[in-house]
């Protein structure tokens, strides 16, 4: 906790470190309240360093013991304790370090550092949490060979886990268990980590592409023992994609993976040993969904390939984050694009990026891929890092082709191997392998802000030429208020009448051109205007621009809404025929919006229903992108699109649309959803893209009829929630369920959670239903569920699934005009920050968008964060998110 103005860390002040530790030994004797360390590190002062340089060590909340240099005490009268800094004078330009501290693992609720889940210790260092453990240089560019000894009662703790491989165990004369584990591999302090538990054992080998054997290691609490397959399958997948795609092998003789029930975030990739949230790990037929196994298949991978993208090669400091995971958020969705359907994996990922992340770059935290500033590390684990970040890695692949791409990679592999870098770095390996300029790319980098294009088109049939004109523009974002243009890759198709793409000659190229008869080619931006002319055009086409979302840019397109219909059916890029669905959807909306503003009736555009009905009538279509396709964009990107948010507005026109979907195609509805239903059962739960089609159509088609005042799917959803034996279907059911009256939804909620009660992660989704379920009394029953005994402020997967879910996926129950919705929220940041900052810091997100909504809201959500701001002993977690709303 911070009482004082908190300080901004920039990016200019950078300055490499004064002491490099090559090693350091570290002794933990364990004890849930007072946990002893003693780490001994092996200090070199650099070249560069002044003489009289002091040692200036991070550590936080930790009771110092004692300090000594080579063996020898060193008393206070030569060092200065700061709150988070432990400064020593008149160092050697070489020696030992010994430093003794104590520490809580029972006490410490904010979950960073070293401390206890349901009785299993655990570590969570990245960003800063080594620091709580020990003093040190907790930066990433100081990188160190870790040897760790954990002392403790073999009774209590039959398992205890560090990085690397054992390299002695046995028991003390103290009656403990002492066993020390090597990690032969450098690593900053970020990737440190230790686990100490009664855990159970899913073992599985794996041989490495040049032969080597890895023992595969999964650690879970013994009654999810049952819970391990899919995971461990999982990670095999990955070892072997990263062999076969980057030529990345696995490179320690065992990795581990343990799961705990109380994580700040999803998943950890400390070298040899991950430490997961049990979300992305567990998972049975019954017990999760469809959503959880794509989830757990796509965080085991992501935290694998960071093994070589993250911890082989580094981040020189946290500005740099995107260095590792945008490059390994790409990485992962490669993967998932080869082991998924990739289109739908590629609307995924477009999905997540719209609601999470354009948000972000159009308001009040907006930030570049590779900040400049921050206040609190931790606040900068952004969708703009992370999805934004894949996406400009996706751009260069498209930009320079996939062969130049894999030049560039292995350049970067190869040059950077055990060393901690910067972005420019990366995109310097790419340039120099294919002997690029990619200077101007590299706004992406530093520009924050999603870029708006806009497009022109003319068709000239005397010369038969069509033009494309492209004009970008970039708004201005906190502290950038001008921006130059960015290199946009449009990737494009011309669509002719007959359904069939044309083939592309630009203007000013010969007939006989390499490139003339191809029917897609990237078109780059970067200018303001950019104009390309193509020739032997006899028709207007109907053009097909930014397919499979080539750029994260808003475009706006012009197109008619039976040239959008027309794209629909016949765009030969699975992307955008769903894109185009998606603008028809969102335009229909938009209007229903103005027309129930200014009064008039509501009627769904016949024209839009038939291109409804005729997608899911297509039985060509895979059935996944048929679900896809009728999913209505969500409300967050609804009011993305909108420059005064209209709550009400949006919620009743989507509505509407839903309730007069499953009205006038009931029985297409019924037809598709009963074949669909038929074709499954009696077969068990399998995990491959077409079972999965066939369960998300199937229960779209449900939530369609079963919308609030319709009646024909209630029955239907009563039967799935009471007979399916997946949680995909009967979350299918009770989703139906959960938004009709209370006296229907309460029975279904109550048989769920005495059937679950034991199974935290469903009970997660209990309360993840109810605090969704579009009703009238929303905020009551989530008041309700706060003092339910199964609710608790120490469990982030509880928090998030009851008080997140409900603030950011519940507009209508959070933007009760009342605002009691906003000071129910500001009062649960204010108590989770005493315990838990983090978590508390990303629960200020909902807010951060107040400037765009009516007069009324925007005072009374002003208020919220203005009480919240005036607090004393604000975490700097939460003091950063709200005093950037404010601004
Ligand atoms: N690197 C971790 C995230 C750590 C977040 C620290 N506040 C998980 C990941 O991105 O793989
Ligand atoms: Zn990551």
Redesign the pocket.
């Known amino acids: 906790m911070k009482t004082d103005t908190p300080k901004t860390i920039l990016l200019s002040e950078y300055t490499p470190p004064a002491y490099l530790v090559p090693s350091i030994d570290l002794e933990f004797r364990l004890d849930p309240h007072a946990t002893r360390v003693t780490a001994v590190s092996r200090m070199e002062r650099t070249a560069d360093t002044p003489a009289d340089a002091p040692l200036v060590l991070n550590g936080a909340g930790l009771k110092l013991v004692s300090v000594a240099i080579d063996g020898a005490p060193v008393g206070p009268d030569r060092w200065l304790q700061e709150e988070e800094r432990l400064v020593i004078r008149k160092v050697p330009a070489a020696f030992e370090l010994t430093v003794v501290t104590e520490i809580d693992p029972a006490g410490n609720t904010a979950l960073e550092g070293l401390y206890l889940s349901n009785g299993i210790f655990c570590t969570q260092c990245?960003?800063e949490g080594f620091r709580k453990i020990t003093y040190f240089p907790d930066r990433p560019d100081v990188m160190a060979r870790y040897r760790t000894t954990i002392i403790g009662d073999p009774a209590v703790l039959p398992v205890m886990l560090s990085n690397g491989n054992p390299v002695a165990d046995e028991i003390g004369e103290d009656g403990l268990r002492h066993i020390t584990w090597e990690d032969p591999f450098p690593k900053p302090s970020y990737l440190f980590a230790l686990v100490a538990g009664d855990l159970a054992l899913c073992e599985s080998p794996f041989t490495t592409m040049s032969g080597r054997d890895v023992s595969l290691r999964l650690y879970v609490e013994p009654r999810n023992a049952d819970k391990c397959e899919h995971a461990m399958a999982s990670l095999k997948k990955a070892m072997v994609w990263d062999e076969q795609a980057y030529g990345r092998e696995y490179d320690l003789d065992i990795y581990m993976i343990v799961a705990v029930d109380d994580f700040?975030?999803?998943?950890?990739?400390n070298k040899g040993l991950n430490v997961f949230n049990s979300k992305y790990i567990l998972a049975r037929p019954d017990t999760a969904t469809d959503s959880d196994y794509g989830g757990i298949e796509a965080v085991v991978a992501?935290?694998y390939f960071?093994n070589w993208t993250g911890n082989r090669i580094t981040c020189r400091d946290w500005f740099q984050l995107s260095l590792k995971?945008g490059l390994?958020v790409f990485r992962e969705q490669q993967f998932v694009a080869d082991h998924q359907s990739a289109a739908v994996s590629r609307i995924h990922d477009v999905r997540v990026l719209r609601a999470a992340q354009f948000p972000e770059d159009a308001g009040p935290t907006a930030h570049p891929v590779r900040p400049d500033s921050y206040i609190e590390i931790?606040n900068f684990?952004t969708s703009t890092v992370y999805n934004k970040g894949a996406e400009v890695i996706r751009m260069l692949h498209t930009l320079i082709g996939p062969e130049a791409f894999a030049r560039g990679m292995d350049l970067y592999f190869e040059r950077h191997d055990g060393q901690a870098v910067t972005c420019e770095d990366f995109v310097r390996a790419h340039a120099d392998a294919n002997e690029l300029d990619l200077g101007d790319f590299f706004r992406w980098y530093v520009q924050a802000g999603t870029p708006e294009v806009s497009v022109e088109t003319r068709h000239d049939p005397e010369s038969r030429s069509f033009e494309l004109t492209f004009t970008q523009t970039l708004k201005p974002t906190p502290g950038q208020p001008v921006k130059k243009p960015m290199v946009i890759p449009v990737r494009t198709a011309l669509i002719g009448a007959d359904g069939a793409p044309l083939a592309l000659r630009l203007a000013n190229e010969a007939a006989d051109a390499p490139e003339a008869d191809q029917t897609e080619r990237v078109l780059v931006l970067e200018d303001r205007v950019t104009r390309f002319t193509f020739a032997d055009v006899a028709e207007r086409p109907v053009p097909s621009l930014l397919r499979g979302f080539s750029a994260p840019v808003k475009l706006e397109t012009r197109a008619e809404d039976a040239d959008l219909a027309f794209l629909m059916g016949h765009d030969d890029d699975a992307f955008n025929r769903w894109e185009a669905a998606q603008t028809y959807a969102i335009r229909v909306i938009h209007r229903l919006i103005a027309d129930a503003a200014a009064g008039r009736p509501l009627v769904l555009p016949a024209d839009f229903r038939d291109a409804f009905a005729r997608t899911i009538g297509d039985d060509s279509l895979d059935p996944a992108l048929i679900a896809e396709a009728l999913t209505l964009p969500g409300e967050s990107y609804l009011a993305e699109t909108m420059t005064r948010i209209d709550v009400e507005g949006i919620t009743a026109a989507r509505q509407f649309v839903r309730r007069e979907i499953g009205r006038s195609l009931e029985g297409l509805l019924l037809e598709v959803f009963d074949r669909l239903a038929a074709e499954d059962a009696g077969k068990p739960y399998s995990f491959d893209p077409a079972s999965v089609g066939r369960r998300s159509l199937a229960n779209l088609c449900l939530a369609y009829l079963g919308a609030p005042g319709g009646t024909a799917g209630l029955e239907r959803a009563r039967r799935r929630f009471e007979t399916a034996d997946n949680m995909t279907d009967a979350l299918g059911g009770l989703l139906v369920l959960a938004d009709q009256e209370d006296a229907l939804s309460q029975p279904a909620f109550d048989a769920f959670y005495a059937r679950w009660k034991d199974e935290p992660l469903v009970v997660d989704k209990w309360f993840m239903v109810q605090a969704t379920a579009s009703r009238a009394n929303a905020l009551d029953h989530v008041l309700k569920l706060m003092e339910h005994p199964a609710f608790s402020m120490r469990n982030p997967n509880r928090v998030r699934s009851l008080i997140g879910a409900f603030a950011a996926s519940n507009p209508r129950g959070f933007h009760e005009a009342s605002g009691r919705g906003y000071d129910f929220l500001a009062d649960q940041i204010i108590t989770l920050d005493a315990s838990n900052p983090?978590i508390a810091a990303r629960l200020v997100g909902p807010f951060k968008r107040w400037r765009r909504y009516d007069d009324q809201r925007q005072a009374l959500m002003r208020q919220a964060l203005e009480r919240i701001a005036a607090r004393q002993g604000l975490s700097r977690d939460v003091y950063e998110m709200v005093s950037k709303s404010l601004a």
Do not use: D, F, R, V
């Open positions: 990245e960003a700040n975030m999803g998943a950890m990739e992501h935290e960071h995971e390994t931790s684990y983090q």
